[in-house]
């Protein structure tokens, strides 16, 4: 792991019921984390109230998305102010399954980011190649290409987070080998230092997501770029998400 604090982030994504989700959180608040890592759970919107209300403060809660402004005629969205009204600190915007299979472009996410920001929220921005994007050698343009249209969106990078998630790697149980992740954490992170600032190069925590698990995470996190993790299916397991989040090192 870097200087920045370790962040592991679970993506529960379309999953779960209400009785499932209540059998995770009590998980989860059995579990024990070090003390040293910023431990996040993004719940379907539908049960964020149950999420806040059940689960230990320990554990930050984030949106998987939120709409690129002010809330008002816009159905089907939720809105940011929405989301800081139910106790969410954070929101994934940009994950590989909204840009492929929602179709969400670079810009929309860009306002969604800038919005989300200006709202008090922290954004969980995820950028990420294709498995043809890679095999063209376009992996960094591809990641330089998302960072772009983050950079020119947000006011700031304080309340970033950035998840590298090769489209590849997600939900696929093909992860990206330690030195294939951390090649690209190196290359974002030299991106920032020449598009926005040393200083915010080195504060920026850059995460890895996709089929992490908890036998792949110890030397994922033992990289100098790998400040943390966002993880989907592992992260529906209270006691493996666990030893993820401990896998700080
Ligand atoms: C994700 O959804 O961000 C993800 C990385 O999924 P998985 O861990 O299942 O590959």
């Known amino acids: 792991a870097g200087s920045g604090k370790f962040f592991v982030g679970g993506n529960w994504k379309c999953n779960g019921t209400k009785e499932s989700i209540s059998k995770l959180v009590s998980d989860l608040n059995d579990a024990k984390f070090e003390t040293d890592v910023d431990v996040v759970v993004a719940p379907p919107f539908v049960y964020i109230d149950q999420v806040k209300s059940s689960l230990t403060n320990r554990i930050e809660v984030s949106a998987q998305n939120c709409w690129i402004g002010k809330g008002g005629a816009f159905t089907g969205e939720i809105s940011g102010e929405q989301l800081k009204d139910v106790g969410c600190q954070w929101v994934i915007l940009g994950h590989s399954e909204r840009r492929h299979i929602i179709g969400e472009n670079d810009e929309f996410i860009g306002k969604k980011a800038g919005y989300a920001l200006s709202q008090g929220l922290g954004v969980i921005a995820c950028i ?44 696929t149980g093909k992860v990206a080998t330690p030195v294939q992740a951390q090649e690209v954490h190196v290359a974002v992170r030299d991106w920032l230092k020449k598009n926005v600032s040393a200083e915010v190069a080195s504060k920026t925590r850059i995460i890895y997501g996709g089929s992490v698990n908890g036998s792949n995470c110890t030397e994922l996190a033992k990289q100098e770029d790998i400040d943390g993790f966002l993880v989907g299916g592992a992260s529906l397991k209270g006691p493996e998400f666990a030893s993820i989040v401990n896998s700080v090192s």
Not at 136 to 152: E, I, L, P, R, S
């Open 128 to 171: 990420g190649e294709l498995l043809s994007e890679r095999e063209a050698g376009k992996t960094f343009d591809v990641c330089y290409q998302h960072m772009k249209a983050f950079a020119d969106a947000v006011p700031s990078w304080d309340n970033v987070v950035i998840a590298y998630e090769p489209v590849w790697a997600i939900g």
